[in-house]
């Protein structure tokens, strides 16, 4: 049982360089998002989406976009990146129940560096 | 005023001992709290969860609800050098969503020595 899948594991760019963050579940989630971890700063939220065919903005989303595939995939790209970008990134899903959103459950995260 | 806080770190207990971690949050309409461990290195992973006011037991991890002070606490029993990491608090958004945003605290280091 996979979970959540992120790729690639690692990766360095030069500023300026463009780049697509791949995150699949398989976990029939309807909700996925994308994270982003500072030193100190704790997870901070840059897109999501709430169920197939809808995205929306986190607390963090300039200099990124998002495209959700399908229910199983959800893509982070980098259009032209900065070495503010440089940071762990984390993708997210979650099911429904009559409570709401279920917990999120993790990916193992790419760690970016931009030069 | 950040939305969620942690207590501030990092925390060090000796092995055996109760570590308390805590966390306020600002959004009084709240109503779904999670606590997270996260290794260094490695991804945050589920270990509680908590709605309703009061306690909720899990083997040696206890969270505590009290949503009249916003405050939410994570109790590990007997405590072992592996529970060493940062535990993460994170709150559910209220206003009617229903997409399950989270906030997350910026993390208490836990360090248990032997």
């Known amino acids: 049982n996979a979970g959540v899948t992120q790729t690639p594991k690692f990766q360095v760019l030069k500023t300026g360089q463009s780049m697509t963050l791949q995150c699949a579940q398989d976990?029939?989630?309807?909700?996925m998002y994308w994270y982003r971890q500072d030193p100190g700063m704790g997870l901070r939220l840059i897109y999501y989406s709430a169920s197939e065919g809808t995205t929306d903005k986190g607390e963090v989303p300039n200099g990124y976009n998002v495209s959700r595939l399908n229910k199983r995939e959800f893509s982070l790209r980098l259009e032209s990146a900065a070495p503010s970008q440089t940071s762990v990134y984390f993708c997210?899903?979650?099911?429904?129940?009559?409570?709401?959103?279920?917990?999120?459950?993790f990916g193992d995260g790419t760690r970016l560096s931009i030069l | 005023q950040k939305e969620v806080e942690q207590n501030s770190g990092p925390l060090s207990v000796p092995e055996g001992a109760i570590a308390s971690l805590n966390c306020t949050y600002s959004?009084?309409?709240?109503?779904?709290f999670f606590w997270y461990r996260q290794y260094s290195g490695k991804s945050p992973e589920l270990i509680m969860f908590?709605?309703?006011?009061g306690d909720k037991e899990d083997g040696r991890f206890t969270a505590q609800l009290n949503k009249a002070s916003q405050y939410v606490s994570l109790l590990i029993r007997d405590s072992q050098p592996s529970d060493s990491a940062t535990y993460l608090c994170a709150v559910k958004n209220a206003g009617g969503t229903s997409y399950g945003k989270l906030t997350f605290g910026q993390g208490t280091i836990l360090t248990v020595h032997p």
């Open positions: 959004d009084r309409g709240s109503q779904s």
């Open positions: 997210a899903s979650s099911g429904f129940s009559d409570r709401g959103n279920q917990p999120q459950h």
């Open positions: 908590i709605y309703s006011n």
């Open positions: 976990m029939n989630h309807n909700s």
